[in-house]
């Protein structure tokens, strides 16, 4: 049987292997190079999907305080309630409440990022609990030192810093991410997406990218784009972790450099 023959039947056996065979025969990259490309792709489309989403009808960040709920303006969101492997990880290792505090910390933000805003009865509802549980650990949350953004604390004092900006800003402080991560009520594999596409946001905005663009090739909202780039400026200023960004960037670059070099030089081959 000819490489080519064989080749051709192990493409078909999955997705993953199809891609790479496209990629080896249409393109002529290296074996390695087409995998780098196929795990960038998975993490990028795929990596942060959630494994279980529930949809909700909330109140709009912009609707005033004061109306009852029914006459004031709302919008349709989509929370992650289910993170698959990463909040089973947290249950493992840090126990239920801590993945329902992670939960509600993560729910809160997709709202917000979403233009809507949560109340405790929303995120009861979306958790599957009873609201006395959703006040005790949004007081535990609180006693940490979190900000919890539901509706009343939003109006109360308008929209505060996020959950995930704190997440970069620790790890700017070079906190490691096993020790954010048990802070922040996430797996250690969630706070490296999250620098992963703050890493990335930061490339495509040095290289002038519209923050719509860069929304839609991070998968990131337009919200969190802009949240994450006025990490960046604020951290311009900040030598510390001005040095811990740009270490960080240039170790992107070396990793991407022997990648590019290689797919330039087989398609000068062709």
Request: charged share 30%; no cysteine.
């Amino acid at each position: 049987m000819s490489r080519a023959t064989t080749l051709d039947r192990l493409a078909v056996k999955t997705p993953e292997s199809a891609f790479v065979h496209v990629l080896q025969e249409e393109f002529n990259f290296s074996l390695r190079v087409s995998r780098e490309l196929l795990s960038t792709a998975k993490e990028m489309l795929v990596g942060g999907a959630p494994s279980s989403a529930v949809r909700l009808i909330v109140a709009s960040l912009k609707a005033p305080f004061g109306p009852p709920l029914t006459e004031m303006d709302k919008v349709e969101v989509t929370l992650t309630v289910d993170a698959g492997a990463e909040d089973a990880k947290v249950k493992t290792q840090q126990g239920i409440e801590s993945l329902r505090q992670g939960q509600i910390l993560r729910l809160t933000e997709e709202a917000l990022e979403q233009g809507g805003v949560l109340t405790q009865e929303d995120l009861a509802r979306a958790l599957g609990v009873h609201r006395r549980t959703i006040v005790r650990e949004v007081k535990a949350l609180k006693a940490e030192g979190h900000l919890i953004q539901t509706r009343g604390a939003v109006k109360g004092v308008g929209r505060g810093q996020t959950h995930k900006v704190r997440i970069i800003e620790l790890w700017l402080d070079r906190e490691g991410y096993d020790k954010i991560a048990r802070w922040m009520r996430h797996s250690p594999q969630a706070i490296k997406r999250y620098v992963n596409t703050f890493l990335r946001i930061v490339v495509l905005h040095r290289q002038e990218t519209p923050v719509e663009e860069i929304a839609f090739l991070t998968q990131a909202s337009a919200q969190l784009v802009k949240d994450y780039l006025e990490v960046y400026e604020a951290t311009m200023k900040v030598p510390h972790r001005r040095e811990k960004l740009e270490e960080e960037l240039a170790r992107v670059s070396a990793r991407q450099k022997p990648s590019f070099e290689e797919g330039k030089k087989g398609q000068e081959q062709q």
